[in-house]
């Protein structure tokens, strides 16, 4: 793969950079928010070029959150796995929030970081190559939108389009939290089911507050019974 590193601590940076280079993959470094900002956003010929990005929240000049809506204001839907600090809750969820696809805490072993980029990476390439169709919601997985009804097109980040096709493929049934979470993560022990409300209210907003109906305290549905 081709991976952007975006974080200005220059030993943390030169430790990922080797790790990736020694399991073959080629990268790119920037140490500034406002130059990451812009790096991807040249007429999408940068971020065309990379499968991922590894953005630090902690970044000079601009954070890593700013830098992140930035990116996907602007359409750029390059897979990101951000770095945030240990415990820190709501540094994640904005993340989250802000369409990061996984993050990692640090400090962490560089043999996670590699596994968390081939999950990523695996969930991209199932993501395949056809449309389902399920509650008045056309998903379009050569382009990773969901169309409505009404004909509006909504562009998703990769975890919000495998939860929405978890449920979609399950139309009409309740889906339990653990398993829209196994469905975008497969180190589930660290993931929090608090991460598939984070993804429930995004899509909702994108949705429409009444596509998906909560069961308090076990899942989600799709549609109608």
Not at 97 to 116: I, Q, T, V, W
Request: glycine fraction near 6%; proline fraction near 2%.
């Amino acid at each position: 793969m081709k991976i952007l590193v975006v974080e200005d601590d220059p030993l943390l940076s030169q430790d990922i950079i080797t790790a990736l280079q020694a399991a073959g993959h080629k990268c790119d470094h920037i140490d500034r928010g406002d130059w990451a900002q812009s790096y991807l956003l040249e007429d999408h010929e940068n971020s065309n070029r990379f499968d991922m990005v590894i953005l630090d929240l902690g970044l000079p000049e601009k954070n890593g959150i700013e830098v992140l809506k930035y990116w996907r204001r602007h359409n750029i839907l390059t897979p990101v796995l951000i770095l945030t600090a240990r415990d820190s809750w709501q540094e994640i969820v904005d993340g989250l929030n802000s369409g990061a696809d996984d993050y990692l805490c640090k400090p962490f072993h560089m043999l996670e970081l590699l596994a968390r980029l081939e999950a990523l990476r695996r969930r991209d390439q199932q993501q395949g190559h056809t449309q389902l169709q399920a509650a008045g919601i056309y998903l379009d997985e050569d382009k990773q939108q969901a169309c409505l009804e009404s004909g509006e097109c909504l562009t998703l980040t990769a975890t919000e389009f495998s939860m929405l096709k978890t449920l979609m493929l399950h139309s009409g049934k309740m889906v339990s939290k653990q398993l829209l979470l196994e469905s975008c993560y497969d180190w589930q022990e660290e993931k929090s089911e608090n991460l598939v409300e984070v993804y429930i209210r995004k899509l909702r907003k994108k949705l429409g507050k009444q596509a998906i109906t909560t069961y308090r305290g076990q899942g989600y549905m799709l549609g109608e019974r």
